[in-house]
């Protein structure tokens, strides 16, 4: 007899698919994995649940980050919020005593959350490198060559994209950004959807998301010790590191979360990269401030056109790089500038 919240769970993992197939009956099986639209059992495929393995029982939603067991299906598909009436569900359908009242812990009345960290780690366990893909592809098309140190990118070939929770779920070619605190550890995940051949972002409303946990966290490429750059998108921090390979950046992902960046107690010096629009302009006075009150020397980096990606593929890397230049603390100039230039990155 299955007298435990978490036996009961193992049993109905056991019998993934039946279950699948009796409360998710819209769906159906690919592989490994049941596909459905959602877990109130609308047809389409963007939520996905594991029917095999160590994970068997484990779902997905991809569109809006919700995840869970069966029992969370089971509750969906019956209507049912007394957890006592959901186990006695699962017991129905799995032929056990049904009589049995026990303590109910208060974690197991929680709703998975949305867009929670894990839904991100979910996704970021299901890329692969960029290297040769659709999303080097949308970089070198930006004149984002050089993706060395550039593991925070990966590639997710069939990213489900949903504009509401009305319409069809949609799947895209997505470039996917791992997002971190300053220990490195994972927080959140952002994705750019592409369209098929890599020339421009997919043909959607949004074609930008983040999920996860962002505030004061970023997309970051290399190691910081007293000096680094940080600024909004992903494209604008990457063509920075065209011209400086060498300056550990930080991608903020918007002008609010710019303005929010946790700094690193090692720092001493922080570029910052402004978009020349009157958010941006707000999010670099804000960093800049903050950063100064913690002892920390804020350089405004400004591009001549609306961000330092439209400078680099206006103007070409040499000219871009003298717009720098004329910028850097010249320590800096020395340090990462000069000394790139002695070996710059082919296309």
């Known amino acids: 007899m299955a007298t435990d919240i978490t036996d009961l769970a193992r049993r109905l993992a ?3 698919e039946p279950v699948c197939r009796h409360y998710l009956s819209n769906g159906r099986r690919e592989g490994q994995y049941w596909h459905v639209g959602d877990i109130r059992n609308t047809p389409g495929r963007s939520l996905f649940v594991r029917l095999t393995g160590p994970a068997a029982g484990k779902w997905l939603d991809a569109a809006t980050g919700d995840h869970g067991d069966l029992l969370d299906i089971i509750r969906v598909a019956c209507d049912l919020e007394d957890f006592r009436d959901i186990l006695g569900e699962a017991r129905r359908f799995l032929c056990l005593p049904t009589s049995e009242r026990q303590q109910i812990p208060d ?9 929670s960290r894990d839904a991100a780690r979910r996704l970021i366990a299901a890329t692969t490198p960029i290297s040769g893909t659709i999303a080097e592809a949308y970089l070198r098309n930006r004149g984002i060559t050089d993706l060395r140190m550039c593991e925070a990118l990966g590639f997710h070939a069939r990213c489900f994209y949903r504009p509401d929770d009305q319409s069809k779920t949609q799947t895209w070619p997505a470039l996917i950004a791992t997002v971190t605190d300053l220990g490195g550890a994972t927080t959140g995940a952002h994705r750019t959807w592409l369209s098929l051949d890599g020339t421009d972002k997919a043909p959607v409303e949004s074609p930008r998301r983040a999920l996860g946990d962002l505030r004061g966290h970023a997309v970051r490429f290399g190691e910081v010790q007293d000096v680094m750059a940080a600024g909004e998108g992903i ?6 590191k065209m ?5 550990p950046l930080a991608a903020a992902l918007s002008s609010s979360n710019l303005g929010q960046q946790l700094l690193p107690t090692t720092l001493r010096r922080l570029y910052i990269l402004r978009d020349n629009d009157p958010a941006g302009e707000r999010a670099v006075e804000t960093l800049a401030a903050r950063a100064t009150a913690q002892g920390i020397e804020a350089i405004v980096l ?3 056109l609306g961000d330092f990606n439209d400078d680099l593929r206006q103007f070409g890397l040499d000219v871009f790089r003298s717009i720098l230049r004329a910028q850097l603390a010249p320590g800096d100039t020395i340090r990462f500038l000069d000394v790139e230039m002695q070996a710059s990155p082919s296309a």
Request: charged share 25%; proline share 8%; glycine share 4%.
């Open 14 to 16: 056991r019998e993934a």
């Open 107 to 115: 974690i197991c009345l929680r709703r998975a959350s949305h867009g």
């Open 235 to 240: 494209e604008t921090v990457l063509s920075l």
């Open 243 to 247: 011209a400086l390979p060498k300056m």
């Open 302 to 304: 400004v591009p001549r």
